[in-house]
């Protein structure tokens, strides 16, 4: 072989070791996957796509003494009393991105579900399916689809993971209705001390298969964090060397007129519901506070509007920072004003103990719930531990 043929021989061999060398550095440099566990969540990344896999239970005891000849489902005689133990919340949550980092998803499915006051688990079914559209990068511009929380009320907005008290309050499901489906556009803006929310939903509550008439539902929230971003968590495991403060202004339009059938003689009643809400919080070196108003005027199919106004205050303090806490709740609404002495009242308190924050946790309450127009109390005594892997 001639020199030149062994010289190119000599560079064609050391241009194959160079690119070899080199196809290696860069698979060495870019991993297939990541596989984790960060915070209560197991994590699967790559380059184009990220899940977040999580599960949290709530195992309780209950002890309900009525007063009042109230009647409790399940027990022989009204003013038993009962004692259960049960699954209250199972929920297998799966969030992330795929394609870009902008486009989010969340999935989550509810295993069992109980009522407050007793009533036996029941399979609860698809809770959220959405989408969501970072169109800004930045967070200022979102647009969310599918099937989730509608932006009216801060405790509803604040999942049951994240409470103070085992449960929400008797407001709850009464003024605010949770899960819907629809869209909604929403961010944070000016310098993240803004955040707005506005959506379109069915008006009839989640896994409905079609709108139950030719209305939809209107939703508006907007809450402003003077001191920086106010974690939907009641307890205060965020303030350090500073409050931290949030002030939101809040409304919602659903008309539930539709035709219904009623029983022989009877009607019954749907209303076109206007709610206006504004709720305050306070979180400083452990202690917190919440409040909650919300004015609504009812139109029934039939009869005179009315108003029928509610609100919630609820505080809480570490005794032993994000570890052991006691909380307090105050709450009251009135079902009509047009009918007199039909108020519904709950007061209580709360103490919990923090292993690994809301992610293993150990709880009690103790609340008394009174309804003036039956002239009903109900007691309840309840020990609830989550464990959210």
């Given at each position: 072989?001639?020199?030149?043929?062994?010289?190119a021989?000599a560079?064609?061999?050391?241009?194959?070791?160079?690119?070899?060398?080199?196809?290696?550095?860069?698979?060495?440099?870019?991993k297939?996957?990541e596989?984790?566990?960060?915070?209560?969540?197991?994590v699967?990344?790559?380059?184009?796509?990220?899940?977040?896999l999580?599960?949290?239970?709530?195992?309780r005891?209950e002890?309900?003494?009525?007063?009042?000849?109230?009647?409790?489902?399940?027990?022989?005689?009204?003013g038993?009393?009962?004692?259960?133990?049960k699954i209250?919340?199972?929920?297998?949550?799966?969030e992330?991105?795929?394609?870009?980092?902008?486009i989010?998803?969340?999935?989550?499915?509810g295993?069992?579900?109980?009522?407050a006051?007793?009533?036996?688990a029941?399979?609860?079914?698809?809770?959220?399916?959405l989408?969501?559209?970072?169109?800004?990068?930045?967070?200022?511009?979102?647009?969310?689809?599918?099937?989730?929380?509608?932006?009216?009320?801060?405790?509803?907005?604040?999942?049951?993971?994240?409470?103070q008290?085992?449960?929400r309050s008797?407001?709850?499901?009464?003024?605010?209705r949770?899960?819907?489906?629809?869209?909604q556009?929403w961010?944070?803006v000016?310098?993240d001390?803004?955040?707005?929310r506005?959506?379109?939903?069915?008006g009839n509550?989640?896994?409905?298969?079609?709108?139950?008439?030719?209305?939809?539902?209107?939703?508006?929230r907007?809450?402003?964090?003077?001191f920086?971003?106010?974690?939907?968590?009641?307890?205060?495991?965020?303030?350090?060397?500073?409050?931290?403060?949030?002030?939101?202004?809040?409304?919602?339009?659903?008309?539930?007129?539709?035709?219904?059938?009623?029983?022989p003689?009877?009607?019954?009643?749907?209303f076109?519901?206007?709610?206006?809400g504004?709720?305050?919080?306070?979180k400083?070196?452990?202690?917190?506070a919440?409040?909650?108003?919300?004015?609504?005027?009812?139109?029934p199919?039939?009869?005179?509007?009315?108003d029928?106004?509610?609100?919630v205050?609820?505080?809480?303090?570490?005794?032993?920072r994000?570890?052991?806490?006691?909380?307090f709740?105050?709450?009251?609404?009135?079902p009509?004003?047009a009918t007199?002495?039909?108020?519904?009242?709950?007061?209580?308190?709360?103490?919990?103990?923090?292993?690994l924050?809301?992610r293993?946790?150990?709880?009690?309450?103790?609340?008394s719930v009174?309804?003036?127009?039956?002239?009903?109390?109900?007691?309840?005594?309840?020990?609830q531990?989550?464990?959210?892997?």
């Amino acid at each position: 072989m001639s020199g030149s043929r062994r010289a190119a021989a000599a560079v064609l061999v050391l241009g194959i070791a160079v690119r070899v060398a080199g196809d290696e550095a860069d698979d060495a440099k870019k991993k297939p996957f990541e596989l984790y566990w960060k915070e209560g969540q197991t994590v699967f990344r790559t380059d184009d796509f990220q899940l977040g896999l999580s599960n949290r239970i709530q195992f309780r005891f209950e002890r309900l003494t009525p007063e009042n000849d109230t009647r409790i489902p399940g027990t022989a005689q009204p003013g038993d009393s009962i004692s259960t133990f049960k699954i209250r919340r199972a929920k297998t949550q799966l969030e992330g991105w795929f394609w870009k980092r902008e486009i989010q998803f969340e999935l989550q499915i509810g295993w069992a579900g109980s009522d407050a006051t007793g009533g036996s688990a029941t399979f609860s079914g698809l809770e959220d399916a959405l989408l969501n559209w970072d169109a800004s990068k930045s967070g200022a511009f979102m647009v969310q689809v599918g099937q989730f929380k509608v932006p009216f009320g801060r405790q509803e907005l604040t999942s049951s993971e994240r409470q103070q008290f085992v449960d929400r309050s008797i407001l709850s499901g009464e003024f605010t209705r949770s899960r819907d489906v629809g869209v909604q556009v929403w961010g944070r803006v000016a310098s993240d001390k803004l955040e707005y929310r506005a959506g379109v939903f069915n008006g009839n509550g989640r896994n409905r298969p079609i709108n139950d008439n030719d209305k939809l539902q209107y939703d508006a929230r907007l809450t402003f964090e003077p001191f920086g971003p106010v974690g939907y968590s009641e307890s205060d495991f965020e303030s350090k060397d500073r409050p931290l403060v949030a002030l939101a202004l809040e409304f919602e339009d659903n008309d539930n007129a539709r035709a219904t059938s009623a029983p022989p003689g009877g009607f019954v009643a749907n209303f076109h519901d206007t709610t206006f809400g504004a709720d305050v919080v306070l979180k400083y070196r452990g202690f917190s506070a919440y409040g909650e108003l919300f004015l609504r005027e009812r139109d029934p199919e039939q009869g005179e509007s009315f108003d029928s106004d509610g609100y919630v205050i609820q505080s809480g303090c570490f005794l032993k920072r994000d570890v052991f806490e006691l909380a307090f709740r105050y709450a009251s609404w009135d079902p009509s004003d047009a009918t007199p002495g039909d108020d519904q009242t709950e007061i209580g308190g709360a103490a919990n103990y923090y292993f690994l924050k809301h992610r293993l946790k150990l709880q009690a309450d103790y609340r008394s719930v009174d309804d003036d127009a039956q002239d009903r109390n109900l007691k309840e005594l309840r020990f609830q531990l989550q464990f959210v892997f």
